[in-house]
């Protein structure tokens, strides 16, 4: 019996397999072949997973699948790539407009009592400083160069207080506690400008002090106009640059989502805490140009304290302290207050915040130019009288 011939008859599905290569075949299956398709790979099935309902992605049969899942992937990483790249990534960042200022304390009846008390103390700060900075200008007896710093002394503790608490007040008023991008960096700027012209003043009132004390004969020339107008304009100058370069460096800074600042104000320090750059050199300059001016505003007071009591216990006489004590005493008093309570803010840890450093910060801030006018006009019996004839001469013209 003769073998039958016939041959088995060839599908469709069988020439497509003849005609097109076979996937496993065509495919680069050394390690870098794979680690290169991997990615790929875990992009389009994960894809496909999340737009289809359903079993798992069958396996694939020929190449032209291979080609669209992979042209998928191609798509997918681009606009990955364009989601994450770094321009996208800083526009994202920036969309911060405003922070939220915490205040002093969390619960409502606390912050009715301590705004109501904020002010008070605020108005008694502008009331007391504008006192002695007419009570300055109307007495021709006090145009001395001591006279002529304290009235700047004064000028810049209205300024002080002004910087942060009128802020404060109004958001309390409205029931909010927003600050715009914009505010918070104004902020920021005046409040290191003013801080740094209180240092610099106490010291060129220490200065003048020294001279006051140890060259009586030569104070006139020493302390003439041109110099005290000169020492006054060369410290604005030191603390406007300052100001800028932290201004400058902090705007320059990317903030995401948290926009949270556990201060009644902008501080620069809490501001660069909440930044999701990097902050070295904010932080680097901070620590260097305002550490740098702050150790030589102390430095420049210490020394020249140093020089008055060695040269007052050269012949010490109870006369001598007592002349020495109520020329310097009111600086000395005021110079305490305002480094101590600057030591206090400024160094602690920056990732706590307690109330012990809210009470700092309130008499860093607050206290400070509220009580200057009180330690001058008291412990200074020129002051007192000027204020009385001010006092009485307006009295009797209303």
């Not at 076979?22 to 790929?40: H, M, S, Y």
């Not at 020394?303 to 002349?323: A, C, D, E, M, T």
Request: charged content about 10%; hydrophobic content about 45%.
């Amino acid at each position: 019996m003769a073998r039958s011939s016939k041959q088995p008859t060839e599908t469709g599905s069988d020439r497509k397999h003849q005609t097109e290569p076979d996937f496993l075949a065509t495919t680069d299956l050394t390690v870098a072949g794979i680690q290169k398709l991997t990615p790929l790979w875990a992009v389009s099935l994960g894809f496909s997973q999340i737009t289809r309902q359903g079993p798992p992605l069958p396996s694939i049969a020929s190449t032209s699948d291979v080609a669209k899942m992979l042209r998928v992937s191609h798509g997918i990483h681009a606009a990955l790539g364009t989601l994450t790249h770094p321009d996208v990534v800083r526009t994202n960042q920036t969309r911060t407009t405003e922070f939220l200022l915490l205040g002093l304390s969390g619960q409502a009846e606390q912050e009715e009592a301590l705004c109501g008390l904020f002010l008070c103390m605020y108005l008694v700060t502008i009331i007391g400083n504008l006192l002695i900075i007419l009570a300055i200008s109307c007495d021709p007896h006090l145009h001395t160069p001591m006279y002529f710093f304290l009235a700047n002394l004064s000028s810049i503790d209205i300024c002080f207080s002004s910087v942060t608490v009128p802020k404060m007040l109004v958001n309390h008023v409205v029931g909010s506690k927003s600050i715009s991008y914009m505010q918070c960096t104004a902020q920021i700027y005046f409040f290191i400008t003013f801080i740094n012209m209180d240092g610099f003043l106490l010291s060129v009132m220490a200065y003048d002090r020294y001279v006051a004390i140890c060259h009586p004969l030569h104070y006139s020339i020493i302390m003439r106009p041109r110099l005290c107008v000169l020492l006054v304009a060369v410290s604005w100058l030191i603390t406007h640059l300052h100001a800028l370069l932290h201004t400058l460096l902090m705007v320059q800074l990317n903030f995401c989502s948290n926009n949270t600042v556990h201060h009644f104000f902008c501080d620069l320090y809490a501001i660069i805490k909440l930044s999701c750059s990097d902050t070295f050199i904010n932080e680097l300059m901070v620590s260097v140009v305002g550490g740098l001016i702050s150790i030589t505003q102390f430095t420049f007071i210490t020394v020249s304290y140093v020089y008055i009591f060695s040269n007052v216990l050269k012949f010490p006489s109870l006369q001598g302290i007592r002349k020495a004590l109520s020329t310097c005493g009111s600086h000395l008093a005021v110079v305490f207050l305002f480094y101590g309570a600057a030591l206090g803010v400024y160094m602690r840890p920056s990732s706590s915040y307690t109330i012990q450093d809210t009470v700092a910060t309130v008499i860093f801030t607050v206290l400070t130019p509220l009580v200057n006018p009180f330690i001058y006009s008291l412990r200074n019996h020129d002051m007192k009288q000027a204020i009385q004839k001010l006092i009485i001469r307006r009295l009797v013209l209303s």
